[in-house]
T-cell receptor
C-alpha cells in the first residue's frame, strides 16, 4: 500500500517532443505528490509538485496531471530538450508523516 | 534558498574503517533530516529520519549500530558508517525539511559517493 509504481523504466524522445511519465499509488492518505529530476552523480532536485485538490499544475514546460479517482498522476515535459535528459522520480507523501515514498525512476533520453 | 550541502562529495576508505558524512542546511533551520541510500540505476531508499536533538528513527532492515546518525543542531546531521565493508559502497544522499516555504518539502543534498575497498 505504501508503493508508488512508476512507468516506463526508460524513455527516449526526440527533441521538441512531449515526454510523459506515469505514476500510480494505492494509499489514499497520500496528500502531496512531488516530481524530482536527478542528473548522474547528483542529488535529486524538486521539479514540480501537486496536492490532490487540483487536477493539473503547470510550471513552464513541466505539467503534472492528477487523477484522484484513478490514483494516478503523470509528468508531461513539453518541447523536450537534450538538457532534460536525466532520471525522473515521482514520489508521494503523507504530510503528517513526512516520509517520501519514491517511484522506481524513469531514465529519460532526449535525442537531438 | 533551501540549500543543502554534503561533505565529502566522494570518499574512499578501507574495509573495516569508519567514515563520517556531513549534511548541512545552509540557509534554513532543518527540523527534520533524512538519510537515503541509492544503488546504481535504482531509486532512493530511506535509511533513517532524524529530528534535531532526538534519536534517529531507522527504517526496517537498516542496522542502527552500523549507520550512526547524529542530528546535533538545526543545521547539521552526520551519518557515520562504522566498520565499513565493500557492500556499503553506495551513493548516500541527505535531505532536510523545515524550510520557510513549505514545512514538509524535502531539499536534497548533492550526495556522497562512498567506495569501500
Amino acid at each position: 500500500q505504501q508503493q508508488v509504481k512508476q512507468s516506463p523504466q526508460s524513455l527516449i524522445v526526440q527533441k521538441g517532443g512531449i515526454s510523459i511519465i506515469n505514476c500510480a499509488y494505492e494509499n489514499t492518505a497520500f496528500d502531496y505528490f512531488p516530481w524530482y529530476q536527478q542528473f548522474p552523480g547528483k542529488g535529486p532536485a524538486l521539479l514540480i509538485a501537486i496536492r490532490p485538490d487540483v487536477s493539473e499544475k503547470k510550471e513552464g514546460r513541466f505539467t503534472i496531471s492528477f487523477n484522484k479517482s484513478a490514483k494516478q498522476f503523470s509528468l508531461h515535459i513539453m518541447d523536450s530538450q537534450p538538457g532534460d535528459s536525466a532520471t525522473y522520480f515521482c514520489a508521494a507523501l503523507i504530510q503528517g508523516a513526512q516520509k517520501l515514498v519514491f517511484g522506481q525512476g524513469t531514465r529519460l533520453t532526449i535525442n537531438p | 534558498g533551501a540549500v543543502v550541502s554534503q561533505h565529502p562529495s566522494w570518499v574512499i576508505c578501507k574495509s573495516g574503517t569508519s567514515v563520517k558524512i556531513e549534511c548541512r542546511s545552509l540557509d534554513f533551520q532543518a527540523t527534520t533530516m533524512f538519510w537515503y541510500r541509492q544503488f546504481p540505476k535504482q531509486s532512493l531508499m530511506l535509511m533513517a529520519t532524524s529530528n534535531e536533538g532526538s534519536k534517529a528513527t531507522y527504517e526496517q532492515g537498516v542496522e542502527k549500530d552500523k549507520f550512526l546518525i547524529n542530528h546535533a543542531s538545526l543545521t547539521l546531521s552526520t551519518l557515520t558508517v562504522t566498520s565499513a565493508h565493500p557492500e556499503d559502497s553506495s551513493f548516500y544522499i541527505c535531505s532536510a525539511s523545515g524550510g520557510a516555504q513549505d514545512l514538509y518539502e524535502q531539499y536534497f543534498g548533492p550526495g556522497t559517493r562512498l567506495t569501500v575497498t
